[in-house]
């Protein structure tokens, strides 16, 4: 009966992760096409559902690995309350839903924590399947709905270019990118690496990289690859020489592939994608307005540099800028010294043990953290925030071994 009711609850831990990338498909639809944002399903699935029972779940666990989340989120509520008190808020509605977004991964990871120590042990090679599983569900959701002709175009002056029903390009580029960093650990370890199942999965992440069209899937997805393929073949993890040379030869193959399509998209009548490739090649990764942003920051009073301002602040797109803008210094050294803390110490865990899950994790949230500082929709995007839960549950469960 024990080991039943653990089962139930990890089938229900499933479900709630996964079922973010299908409300977000509703989601997509109610804000394009029925042109309604307000209680979309992701709005009412994620805070009349996830949260309430991801709360719950920290609120039972008494680890103390979760005091410095709980400390944490006390100095947010304070600084919310305390601007609120002082006459800033305009929009009540706005700003609990911006700064519940941001502390979503937290509360996620401490529902997580509080499964796997008190109702049934996590298996490591579980998260990444479902990390796994949720780029699958997105990829099929970007490309299946695109052909039937309800894809939402990425940008409104190119025809081709369709995030499917997922109506944010840039969080879905996220996704898909994390995502793939758990597909190539999973298909590398675990005794499941197939060369088809490499091949084919990889074409299906680079076809919808190439529908979204975001230059951070154009230069993550190469990048991820590469790296990761690369290190496994003198990865402890990896012992076998017929193994690791089948990865050395795929990787160059990849690598081939990458290069044939860029000669051949401009015999393809594809210039803006090649015009967008090109502009990474030359170092130009598309940061925001950054002067626009520091330019309002400069003109706040006391207060709103504590607690940020709803009223005297035009969001530029960049979490770092935005965070601040909106929500103040407290609430934005909080919403990036917990990422920044985790990839740290993940990062010299990888410097000890050399692990290529440490440095998977380590390019995850890498991409998290530098997607949020220059294109946003990262941090304060529930979508992307979904997903990360899972990196910030193995960076949990690998130092704590």
């Known amino acids: 009966m024990k080991e039943n009711k653990a089962r139930l609850y990890l089938i229900f ?10 409300v977000d498909l509703g989601t997509g639809y109610f804000t394009e096409f029925l042109n309604y944002s307000a209680l979309t399903p992701g709005v009412l699935f994620r805070g009349g559902v996830v949260l309430p029972v991801f709360l719950l779940w920290c609120l039972k666990s008494k680890s103390s690995s979760l005091i410095p989340l709980y400390l944490g989120m006390l100095c947010v509520l304070s600084a919310v309350f305390l601007g609120l008190s002082a006459g800033l808020q305009t929009s009540l509605i706005s700003k609990i839903s911006g700064l519940l977004k941001v502390v979503y991964p937290y509360l996620g990871l401490g529902g997580l924590i509080y499964i796997h120590k008190y109702k049934r042990y ?10 796994y599983y949720y780029g699958v569900i997105v990829i099929i959701g970007i490309i299946f709905f695109t052909y039937v002709g309800l894809g939402i175009q990425s940008y409104s002056h190119q025809l081709y270019t369709s995030s499917g029903l997922y109506g944010a390009a840039n969080d879905t580029g996220l996704i898909l990118l994390i995502a793939f960093c758990f597909f190539l650990y999973y298909n ?12 084919v999965i990889s074409l299906l992440f680079l076809f919808s990289a190439f529908l979204i069209n975001t230059k951070a899937l154009f230069i993550g997805i190469p990048v991820s690859f590469i790296v990761i393929m690369g290190y496994s073949i003198f990865a402890k993890e990896v ?18 592939a990458v290069w044939y399509i860029v000669q051949y998209l401009q015999d393809l009548g594809l210039t ?9 090649a030359s170092g130009n990764f598309g940061f925001r307005n950054y002067a626009f942003g520091i330019e309002q920051i400069q003109n706040f009073s006391l207060t709103e540099h504590l607690f940020g301002s709803q009223r005297n602040f035009l969001i530029i797109e960049s979490d770092l800028i935005d965070i601040y803008g909106k929500f103040g210094m407290l609430f934005c050294l909080t919403a990036f ?6 990839l740290w110490k993940i990062f010299k865990h990888f410097l000890i043990k050399r692990s290529l899950q440490d440095l998977v994790l380590v390019i995850g949230l890498s991409f998290y953290l530098l997607h949020g500082v220059i294109a946003g929709h990262a941090l304060v995007s ?3 925030n979904n997903i990360i839960i899972l990196v910030y549950f193995l960076i949990w469960l690998r130092l704590k071994r």
């Open 239 to 256: 012992k076998s020489a017929s193994f690791k040379a089948g990865i050395f030869l795929i990787t160059a193959l990849f690598i081939g």
């Open 188 to 199: 590398i370890s675990f005794q499941s690496f197939k060369v088809s199942k490499l091949i």
């Open 122 to 131: 996590f298996h490591t090679n579980e998260i990444w399947t479902l990390g």
């Open 272 to 280: 803006y994608t090649l015009s967008r490739i090109t502009e990474l």
């Open 13 to 22: 831990t499933y479900i709630l992760i996964l079922a973010g990338s299908v």
């Open 337 to 342: 010294g917990i990422p920044l803390f985790f």
């Open 382 to 384: 529930a979508q992307v």
